[in-house]
């Protein structure tokens, strides 16, 4: 008789212990999870190519530039598909002028939205700060381009992307820049270019 009731006493005991470990566990606080456009690092591409120089400016002037870009991961990436292209990267970079003209830094965000597998469209806002010399920023009758003036202007792009496989794309891109009023002199450039990415 008391085999059994040492038995029973003791698988009461384990279920005891059992019932307080699982409480702790219930009560221990979870990690937050990593937000997935944060698990890859913070650099998403890097974009390598060269720009005509407004190639329809008023004095008909032709000029490259050597253009590379940066763009990081989104912040955070909502589990909607459609809801994460409302999530810009944020992205930075600079044009550098072959001909002697303006070479200018840029920042702001980059909107991305995938048409299919292969195919993606993008736009981006931002801000640019140029050299202050003569440029190709043209007015007309000016044959010689006008002064950048303050340096600071607005910047808009849009472009058009093939993912040549997993890691390369090939982009295709047009950027305006406007000083908005910012400079004594109201000025404007339209570039057009083609790059590569590649992203990590």
Do not use: K
Request: charged share 15%; aromatic share 10%; with cysteine.
């Amino acid at each position: 008789m008391r085999v059994p009731t040492v038995i029973a006493t003791a698988f009461a005991c384990c279920l005891g212990a059992g019932g307080a470990s699982a409480a702790d566990v219930g009560t221990t606080e979870t990690p937050m999870p990593t937000p997935v456009g944060m698990r890859g690092g913070f650099l998403s591409e890097a974009r390598f190519g060269v720009f005509s120089v407004d190639p329809f400016s008023e004095d008909g002037a032709q000029a490259a530039a050597v253009h590379g870009e940066l763009l990081f991961q989104r912040p955070f990436t909502p589990a909607d598909l459609f809801a994460s292209y409302f999530v810009p990267r944020p992205h930075i970079g600079g044009s550098l002028d072959l001909d002697g003209g303006v070479s200018f830094a840029f920042a702001g965000l980059t909107w991305s939205v995938d048409l299919g597998p292969r195919v993606f469209v993008e736009a981006s806002l931002g801000g640019a700060l140029q050299e202050t010399r003569a440029s190709a920023f043209t007015d007309a009758g000016l044959e010689d381009g006008v002064a950048a003036g303050c340096g600071p202007s607005l910047r808009e792009s849009a472009s058009v992307g093939y993912r040549i496989s997993d890691a390369w794309s090939f982009v295709a891109s047009v950027e305006h820049l406007s000083n908005n009023g910012l400079c004594d002199t109201p000025t404007s450039m339209t570039n057009f270019g083609a790059r590569l990415g590649y992203s990590f």
